[in-house]
C-alpha cells in the first residue's frame, strides 16, 4: 500500500499490518528527507519491504535517499533509455555511475560502520523504474533491458492521461497497454507492478503477470472510513457544496 501521509506513525501501523510491501511517496505527498528518514526507522524491523519514491529522477536528491538508508527505489516519469540509465548511474558509486561519496556521514554505511560499504553498495539497492507514458510504453522492451533496472512499475492514471484519457485509468486502451507491458517485463525476466486500487482490476493485473501491486493508501482508507462514519451517525446536510474554498 501507499504511504503517503508523511507520518512515522502511520507508516508503522502500515508495517505491522501483514501487507508484504510498503510504498513511502515524495512524489505527490508531503514527504521529505526528515519523513523519510524518520518513517524508515519507524518501520525498521517489521517484516514488510519498503519502497521510496523521489519526486524526480535526479541525481542528487537520489544520493540523499540511499544515504539515509533507501534501499529500494522507485523513480517516477523514466521515458527513455537515457532516463533509466540516468536512474542506475544515481545508484551506483564511480567508475559504474555518478553517486556521490559520503558513507562517513550517512546512516546506509552506519557511518562507516558496515566493512568494505563502498564496494558492495550497488548490490544492496534496486531500481525499479515507472513507466507512465505512451513513450515509455514505446520504449518499455529497451528500458527493460538497461543494466541496473530490476523492476518496472506501470502507472496507469499518468498512462491514461498521456493517452488522452484522462481520469480513465480503467479504459480497455489503458488495460491493453499496461498488459503489453507485464508482457514485455515477463519476457525479458524481470518484476512488473502497477497500481491497481480497484479490486477487480488488482486482480486481473495479477492474472496479467504482475509481481506486485499497489492495492491502498493510507490517506485514502483515513479518507473514506472517516466519510462512512459521517455518514453513519451524521444526518445529511441540506445543501451539500462548500460554504469557502
Given at each position: 500500500?501507499?504511504?503517503?501521509?508523511?507520518?512515522?506513525?502511520?507508516a508503522?501501523?502500515?508495517?505491522?499490518?501483514?501487507?508484504?510491501?510498503?510504498?513511502?511517496?515524495?512524489?505527490?505527498?508531503?514527504?521529505?528527507?526528515?519523513?523519510?528518514?524518520?518513517?524508515?526507522?519507524?518501520?525498521?524491523?517489521y517484516?514488510?519491504?519498503?519502497?521510496?519514491?523521489?519526486?524526480?529522477?535526479?541525481?542528487?536528491?537520489?544520493?540523499?535517499?540511499?544515504?539515509?538508508?533507501?534501499?529500494?527505489l522507485?523513480?517516477?516519469?523514466?521515458?527513455?533509455?537515457?532516463?533509466?540509465?540516468?536512474?542506475?548511474?544515481?545508484?551506483?558509486y564511480?567508475?559504474?555511475?555518478?553517486r556521490g561519496?559520503?558513507?562517513?556521514?550517512?546512516?546506509?554505511?552506519r557511518?562507516?560502520?558496515?566493512?568494505?560499504?563502498?564496494?558492495?553498495a550497488?548490490?544492496?539497492?534496486?531500481?525499479?523504474?515507472?513507466?507512465?507514458?505512451?513513450?515509455?510504453?514505446?520504449?518499455?522492451?529497451?528500458?527493460?533491458?538497461?543494466?541496473?533496472?530490476?523492476?518496472?512499475?506501470?502507472?496507469?492514471?499518468?498512462?491514461?492521461?498521456?493517452?488522452?484519457?484522462?481520469g480513465?485509468?480503467?479504459?480497455?486502451?489503458?488495460?491493453?497497454?499496461?498488459?503489453?507491458?507485464?508482457?514485455?517485463?515477463?519476457?525479458?525476466?524481470?518484476?512488473?507492478?502497477?497500481?491497481?486500487?480497484?479490486?477487480?482490476?488488482?486482480?486481473?493485473?495479477?492474472?496479467?503477470?504482475?509481481?506486485?501491486?499497489?492495492?491502498?493508501?493510507?490517506?485514502?482508507?483515513?479518507?473514506?472510513g472517516?466519510?462512512?462514519?459521517?455518514?453513519?451517525?451524521?444526518?445529511?446536510?441540506?445543501d451539500?457544496?462548500?460554504?469557502?474554498?
Open positions: 500500500m501507499w504511504v503517503c501521509s508523511g507520518s512515522p506513525l502511520v508503522e501501523i502500515c508495517a505491522g499490518s501483514g501487507l508484504d510491501w510498503l510504498l513511502v511517496d515524495a512524489e505527490h505527498s508531503p514527504n521529505g528527507l526528515e519523513s523519510i528518514l524518520a518513517q524508515l526507522q519507524a518501520v525498521h524491523g517484516p514488510v519491504q519498503v519502497l521510496v519514491r523521489p519526486p524526480v529522477n535526479d541525481t542528487v536528491l537520489i544520493k540523499q535517499y540511499l544515504d539515509l538508508g533507501v534501499q529500494n522507485l523513480i517516477p516519469m523514466v521515458n527513455t533509455v537515457a532516463d533509466a540509465r540516468a536512474a542506475v548511474a544515481a545508484t551506483r564511480p567508475p559504474e555511475g555518478v561519496v559520503g558513507s562517513a556521514l550517512a546512516r546506509a554505511a557511518w562507516n560502520r558496515i566493512p568494505d560499504y563502498l564496494a558492495t550497488g548490490g544492496t539497492v534496486s531500481v525499479t523504474v515507472q513507466i507512465e507514458s505512451t513513450a515509455a510504453v514505446e520504449a518499455v522492451e529497451d528500458i527493460l533491458a538497461v543494466d541496473g533496472v530490476d523492476a518496472i512499475f506501470l502507472g496507469p492514471s499518468d498512462l491514461a492521461a498521456s493517452m488522452g484519457l484522462l480513465q485509468q480503467e479504459h480497455a486502451q489503458v488495460r491493453t497497454a499496461v498488459g503489453n507491458c507485464l508482457h514485455a517485463a515477463a519476457l525479458a525476466g524481470k518484476p512488473a507492478g502497477v497500481n491497481a486500487f480497484t479490486p477487480t482490476t488488482a486482480r486481473h493485473y495479477l492474472e496479467s503477470g504482475a509481481s506486485f501491486v499497489l492495492v491502498g493508501a493510507d490517506v485514502s482508507l483515513l479518507a473514506r472517516s466519510e462512512a462514519l459521517a455518514t453513519a451517525y451524521l444526518p445529511a446536510p441540506e451539500d457544496s462548500p460554504s469557502s474554498y
